[in-house]
């Protein structure tokens, strides 16, 4: 049995499903010797090939327009949200749980500091901006507020993936892990 491509496409099933391969395997003058029919078959396969490069962008921008990621659930608590973010971003959860009780007692409301260092995780307002600044440098997307308990989770979980340095703007990280 001679193995050509006209059979291979056939009884794999390729043909049928990718435009263009359908005039690809129907070149049964290929494999006879013909020129002609030699040169035609290699326009077609050309022609098939350039269909398939030309029309792969536009199926993939339809799938993708179409296709809808199931949003992700996050926890409305505070300590499900910690554990989230932690896990999004490779973060210590036990640190970050350790410093959110210390400082704040996963209390979104509370004030410290003599008024200036708000949330959870007690951040002032310079700090927040500055290290919100930077996220949204590297991930981009909404910017973070400062009065949103859930940003400044996420902000903190990204923060404790920069090393100590970035850790000890928490007197309780410090109080614990120093």
């Known amino acids: 049995m001679k193995l050509t491509v006209k059979y291979i496409l056939r ?6 499903t990718l435009p263009g391969l ?4 129907s070149c ?8 002609e029919s030699v040169k035609k078959a290699i326009k077609r396969v050309m022609y098939a090939i350039l269909s398939l490069v030309v029309s792969l962008p536009i199926v993939f921008s ?6 809808q990621a199931p949003a992700p659930v996050i926890p409305g608590d505070v300590r499900g949200q910690i554990s989230y ?42 700090t927040f901006v500055l290290f919100a600044g930077m996220y949204m440098k590297r991930f981009g997307g909404e910017p ?5 308990t859930q940003d400044q989770i996420r902000l903190a979980s990204w923060m404790f993936t920069l090393g100590k340095s970035t850790k000890r ?5 410090s109080k614990f892990y120093s």
């Open 11 to 16: 009884h794999s099933g390729i043909a049928g």
């Open 22 to 25: 359908s005039t690809f395997a």
């Open 28 to 35: 049964d003058d290929v494999f006879r010797g013909r020129l």
């Open 62 to 67: 339809r799938n993708i327009a179409t296709a």
């Open 85 to 126: 973010y932690a896990n999004v971003y490779s973060s210590n959860e036990k640190e970050l749980l350790k410093v959110a009780d210390c400082e704040s007692s996963f209390s979104p409301l509370s004030v410290g500091d003599h008024g200036l260092a708000r949330g959870v995780y007690q951040f002032h307002p310079g």
């Open 144 to 148: 973070l507020q400062y009065g949103d």
């Open 169 to 173: 703007n928490w007197s309780c990280w």
